[in-house]
C-alpha cells in the first residue's frame, strides 16, 4: 500500500535531484528585482521564495499541485493534506492509513485543557488555540530527535510525524476553545469513527440533524487549507521553521499573524459588518442603501472586510465555492443575501474610488454567513477555524522544505540612508 510516508519516500530524492540540478545549472540567472517600492511596500510581488505545494494565480486564485480550486471542492481536507504533501491525490487506502493515523493522534493532552481553562473568559480564541498548540511543543519528535543526533536527510521524516499529530488534534483542540469560551457545556469526546472534518463538527456540540454543518466543515477546511508561501501565516511560519523550531513553535507563530484583521481576522469582521448592516437597516437594505453605506465606511477611512487582495485580481474561488454551498443549502436567509447583495454592490464602489488594486471578493466574504446560519454565531471563534485548515499548508510546506534541506531564512535588510545613497 502506498502510503503518506512511503509515497513521500519515493519522491524526495527526485525532488532533491531536480533542485541540485536546477542550481547547479540556472542558480545565477535572476527571477526577479527588487524596487524601492516593493522595499518599502511589504515585498509585494517579489519573487524570492519558492513553495510547492500551491500557488495563487491573479486571474485564477488557488491552485493546489497544479490542480485549480475549483475542479477540487469535492474531496476531503485529509485528501488535499495528502494531496499538498504529495501532488497526488490519495487512493483508497492511503486516504484510510492517513486517516486512521488522524484518530490514532486526536486525543489532546489534559495539561492543554488546564491552560486553557485557566485562562482569562474574555481571551480571544484565536489567544486559545495557539496557546494550546505552543503548550504541546514538549510533545515534538522532531525536537526530541534532533537532540539525539538526528541525521540532516532524516529532518523531514520525524517534521512528517510532528505534522500528522498536530492536525490531528486540532479539531478536537479548536472545539474544545469553542466550549470553553463560550461556556457550551463539557468539552465533547472525538467520535474515531468519523473523517476529520465531521468529527470537527460533532465535537462542537451544534446540533446539525441534516449533517448539512458536517458538509459545510468539510468544505470550509479543505478552501482554507494554503494559499501559497509569502501570506503573512505562511511566511512567519516557514521563517520560524527554518531555524529549526519545530512544528508546534512554528505553527503558533504563523496562526499568530493570522489573527491579524487584514489577514485571518478578516472572517470575524466581515461577519461583523453584515450584522452591522443588517440591523442598521433592521433587515436586507436595497443596493441604493448598501451602497451609500459601503461609501460611508470608506469615507470613515476604513477598510470594506471581505473585498480586496495582495495578490488576487479576480473574485476568490474560495468565495464562489462558499456562495455556490449557500445557494444550494440556504434559502432566504437575510445574513446570506446581505453577502450576495455585498458582492453586486462593493466591486464597483471600491473601482470608482480608485484605490483598492483587487475590488473582488476574498475567502472571508461569505464564509461567515454560512457558519453564522448553521449555528456557529460566535464570529471572533471563525479565525479559529480557518487556523485548523491552514495549519496543513504550513506543515506541508515544512515538510517539502527540510526534505529539500532549505537553510535558514535571512533576507538582507537595509537602511533609509542606504536606500538614498545607492537606488
Ligand atoms: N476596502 C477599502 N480599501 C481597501 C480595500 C478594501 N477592502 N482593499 C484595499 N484597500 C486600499 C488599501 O487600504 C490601500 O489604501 P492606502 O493606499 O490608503 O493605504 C489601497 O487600497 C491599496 O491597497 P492594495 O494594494 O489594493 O491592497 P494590499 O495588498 O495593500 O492589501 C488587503 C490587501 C487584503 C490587506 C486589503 O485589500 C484589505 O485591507 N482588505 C480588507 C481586509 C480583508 O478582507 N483581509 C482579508 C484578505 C484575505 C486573507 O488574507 N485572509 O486571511
Given at each position: 500500500?502506498?502510503t503518506?510516508?512511503?509515497?513521500?519516500?519515493?519522491?524526495?530524492?527526485?525532488?532533491?535531484?531536480?533542485?541540485?540540478?536546477?542550481?547547479?545549472?540556472?542558480?545565477?540567472?535572476?527571477?526577479?528585482?527588487?524596487?524601492?517600492?516593493?522595499?518599502?511596500?511589504?515585498?509585494?510581488?517579489?519573487k524570492?521564495?519558492?513553495?510547492?505545494?500551491?500557488?495563487?494565480?491573479?486571474?485564477?486564485?488557488?491552485?493546489?499541485?497544479?490542480?485549480?480550486?475549483?475542479?477540487?471542492?469535492?474531496?476531503?481536507?485529509?485528501?488535499?493534506?495528502?494531496?499538498?504533501?504529495?501532488?497526488?491525490?490519495?487512493?483508497?487506502?492511503a486516504?484510510?492509513?492517513?486517516?486512521?493515523?488522524?484518530?490514532?493522534h486526536?486525543?489532546?493532552?489534559?495539561?492543554?485543557?488546564?491552560?486553557?481553562?485557566?485562562?482569562?473568559?474574555?481571551?480571544?480564541?484565536?489567544?486559545?488555540?495557539?496557546?494550546?498548540?505552543?503548550?504541546?511543543?514538549?510533545?515534538?519528535?522532531?525536537?526530541?530527535?534532533y537532540?539525539?543526533?538526528?541525521h540532516?536527510?532524516d529532518?523531514?521524516?520525524a517534521?512528517?510525524?510532528?505534522?500528522?499529530r498536530?492536525?490531528?488534534?486540532?479539531?478536537?483542540?479548536?472545539?474544545?476553545?469553542?466550549?470553553?469560551?463560550?461556556?457550551?457545556?463539557?468539552?465533547?469526546?472525538?467520535?474515531?469513527?468519523?473523517?476529520?472534518?465531521?468529527?470537527?463538527?460533532?465535537?462542537?456540540?451544534?446540533?446539525?440533524?441534516?449533517?448539512?454543518?458536517?458538509?459545510?466543515?468539510?468544505?470550509?477546511?479543505?478552501?482554507?487549507?494554503?494559499?501559497?508561501?509569502?501570506?503573512?501565516?505562511?511566511?512567519?511560519?516557514?521563517?520560524?521553521?527554518?531555524?529549526?523550531s519545530?512544528?508546534?513553535?512554528?505553527?503558533?507563530?504563523?496562526?499568530?499573524?493570522?489573527?491579524?484583521?487584514?489577514?485571518?481576522?478578516?472572517?470575524?469582521?466581515?461577519?461583523?459588518?453584515?450584522?452591522?448592516?443588517?440591523?442598521?437597516?433592521?433587515?436586507?437594505?436595497s443596493?441604493?442603501?448598501?451602497?451609500?453605506?459601503?461609501?460611508?465606511?470608506?469615507?470613515s477611512?476604513?477598510?470594506?472586510?471581505?473585498?480586496?487582495h495582495?495578490?488576487?485580481?479576480?473574485?476568490?474561488?474560495?468565495?464562489?465555492?462558499?456562495?455556490?454551498?449557500?445557494?444550494?443549502?440556504?434559502?432566504?436567509?437575510?445574513?446570506f443575501?446581505?453577502?450576495?447583495?455585498?458582492?453586486?454592490?462593493?466591486?464597483?464602489?471600491?473601482?470608482?474610488?480608485?484605490?483598492?488594486?483587487?475590488?473582488?471578493?476574498?475567502?472571508d466574504?461569505?464564509?461567515?454567513?454560512?457558519?453564522?446560519h448553521?449555528?456557529?454565531?460566535?464570529?471572533?471563534?471563525?479565525?479559529?477555524?480557518?487556523?485548523?485548515?491552514?495549519?496543513?499548508?504550513?506543515?506541508?510546506?515544512?515538510?517539502?522544505?527540510?526534505?529539500?534541506?532549505?537553510?535558514?531564512?535571512?533576507?538582507?535588510?537595509?537602511?533609509?540612508?542606504?536606500?538614498?545613497?545607492?537606488?
Amino acid at each position: 500500500m502506498a502510503t503518506l510516508y512511503d509515497t513521500l519516500s519515493a519522491k524526495i530524492p527526485d525532488w532533491r535531484y531536480e533542485v541540485k540540478q536546477l542550481l547547479e545549472e540556472k542558480g545565477d540567472n535572476i527571477i526577479s528585482q527588487v524596487t524601492v517600492k516593493q522595499a518599502y511596500g511589504g515585498m509585494r510581488g517579489v519573487k524570492a521564495l519558492v513553495c510547492d505545494t500551491s500557488s495563487v494565480s491573479p486571474e485564477t486564485g488557488l491552485i493546489i499541485r497544479g490542480r485549480p480550486l475549483l475542479d477540487i471542492t469535492n474531496i476531503l481536507p485529509e485528501e488535499v493534506f495528502y494531496l499538498l504533501l504529495t501532488g497526488d491525490l490519495p487512493n483508497e487506502e492511503a486516504l484510510k492509513d492517513l486517516q486512521d493515523q488522524l484518530a490514532e493522534h486526536n486525543d489532546v493532552p489534559g495539561y492543554v485543557w488546564d491552560v486553557l481553562e485557566a485562562m482569562p473568559e474574555d481571551s480571544h480564541p484565536m489567544t486559545m488555540f495557539d496557546t494550546a498548540i505552543l503548550t504541546m511543543e514538549r510533545e515534538s519528535i522532531f525536537h526530541r530527535r534532533y537532540d539525539e543526533g538526528l541525521h540532516k536527510q532524516d529532518f523531514w521524516k520525524a517534521i512528517l510525524e510532528d505534522a500528522i499529530r498536530l492536525v490531528a488534534k486540532l479539531p478536537n483542540i479548536g472545539a474544545g476553545v469553542y466550549r470553553i469560551r463560550f461556556k457550551k457545556g463539557p468539552r465533547i469526546e472525538p467520535d474515531k469513527s468519523l473523517d476529520w472534518g465531521a468529527n470537527f463538527a460533532h465535537m462542537l456540540g451544534i446540533e446539525d440533524p441534516n449533517g448539512i454543518l458536517k458538509k459545510l466543515m468539510r468544505l470550509y477546511l479543505m478552501l482554507h487549507c494554503d494559499h501559497e508561501g509569502g501570506n503573512v501565516s505562511a511566511f512567519s511560519a516557514l521563517t520560524v521553521a527554518s531555524a529549526l523550531s519545530d512544528p508546534y513553535y512554528a505553527v503558533s507563530a504563523g496562526l499568530n499573524g493570522l489573527a491579524g484583521p487584514l489577514h485571518g481576522l478578516a472572517n470575524q469582521e466581515c461577519l461583523k459588518f453584515v450584522l452591522e448592516i443588517r440591523d442598521h437597516f433592521g433587515g436586507v437594505p436595497s443596493n441604493e442603501e448598501l451602497r451609500q453605506f459601503v461609501w460611508d465606511r470608506l469615507n470613515s477611512g476604513r477598510v470594506i472586510p471581505g473585498y480586496g487582495h495582495a495578490v488576487l485580481r479576480c473574485p476568490d474561488p474560495r468565495f464562489t465555492a462558499f456562495i455556490e454551498f449557500g445557494k444550494q443549502n440556504i434559502h432566504d436567509d437575510p445574513v446570506f443575501t446581505i453577502v450576495q447583495k455585498l458582492f453586486d454592490v462593493v466591486p464597483p464602489v471600491l473601482k470608482e474610488q480608485g484605490k483598492a488594486k483587487n475590488p473582488w471578493p476574498n475567502v472571508d466574504a461569505a464564509s461567515g454567513s454560512l457558519l453564522y446560519h448553521f449555528g456557529m454565531t460566535e464570529f471572533s471563534f471563525y479565525t479559529v477555524l480557518f487556523s485548523i485548515s491552514r495549519a496543513m499548508g504550513m506543515v506541508s510546506q515544512m515538510v517539502i522544505n527540510r526534505a529539500l534541506g532549505m537553510p535558514i531564512t535571512r533576507p538582507k535588510s537595509v537602511t533609509t540612508d542606504w536606500i538614498k545613497k545607492n537606488a
